[in-house]
T-cell receptor
Framework: DVKVTQSSRYLVKRTGEKVFLECVQD?????MFWYRQDPGLGLRLIYF???????EKGDIPEGYSVSREKKERFSLILESASTNQTSMYLC?????????????FGAGSRLTVL | RKEVEQDPGPFNVPEGATVAFNCTYS??????FFWYRQDCRKEPKLLMS???SGNEDGRFTAQLNRASQYISLLIRDSKLSDSATYLC???????????FGSGTRLSIRP
């Protein structure tokens, strides 16, 4: 079974703190994604990576950055957390298969910024 | 207009009932279509892909109507364990163009 592991299930941070969310997948997938999920808004793509050191902005990249130094690991960084970044963060990965790209998600990281 | 739209529900139906959800998408160049299921406080998981000719997996049937740009999910003989949020997912172009609907919440009552 493909496994996507997110390092923290629940985090509480203060405004202005730097936050790291880690994601590791064990199936050699090329693609990795960071989404946030908010009630009524669904899942929104923050950043996407299709290879090591390659990244592409999603729909809502402002206030976030990412790092992919190794194929299996994709990190989301909040340089200076703000209260409007309180959300559920979901990491996902997939193979690059034309017409497919089934996503496998991690269990999610629920971030609260006070 | 959202790229992928779903009725948020909630749909509250008795066990054993048949229930259907629709999802509309705005990009006519969309290529791939999926239904994901998300349980409360859990991550989304793939329920089934949706093929042009329609496809069935046990009690679940998915249909695609390209002309009208909608996909549907039919659940027959619903079980208590079917209670979840169902997410419509549409892919257009590159892997980053995977758009999620906001989800339809389904609650099955005994």
């Amino acid at each position: 079974d493909v496994k996507v592991t997110q390092s923290s299930r629940y985090l509480v941070k203060r405004t202005g703190e730097k936050v790291f969310l880690e994601c590791v997948q064990d199936m050699d997938h090329e693609n990795m994604f960071w989404y946030r999920q908010d009630p009524g808004l669904g899942l929104r793509l923050i950043y996407f990576s299709y290879d090591v050191k390659m990244k592409e902005k999603g729909d809502i990249p402002e206030g976030y950055s990412v790092s992919r130094e190794k194929k299996e690991r994709f990190s989301l960084i909040l340089e200076s957390a703000s209260t409007n970044q309180t959300s559920m963060y979901l990491c996902a990965s997939s193979f690059e298969v034309p017409g497919a790209n089934v996503l496998t998600f991690g269990a999610g990281s629920r971030l609260t910024v006070l | 207009r959202k790229e992928v739209e779903q009725d948020p529900g909630p749909f509250n139906v008795p066990e054993g009932a048949t229930v259907a959800f629709n999802c509309t998408y705005s990009n006519s160049a969309s290529q791939s279509f999926f239904w994901y299921r998300q349980d409360c406080r859990k991550e989304p998981k793939l329920l089934m892909s949706v093929y042009s000719s329609g496809n069935e997996d046990g009690r679940f049937t998915a249909q695609l109507n390209r002309a009208s740009q909608y996909i549907s999910l039919l659940i027959r003989d619903s079980k208590l364990s079917d209670s979840a949020t169902y997410l419509c997912v549409v892919k257009s172009g590159s892997a980053s163009k995977i758009i999620f609907g906001s989800g339809t919440r389904l609650s099955i009552r005994p």
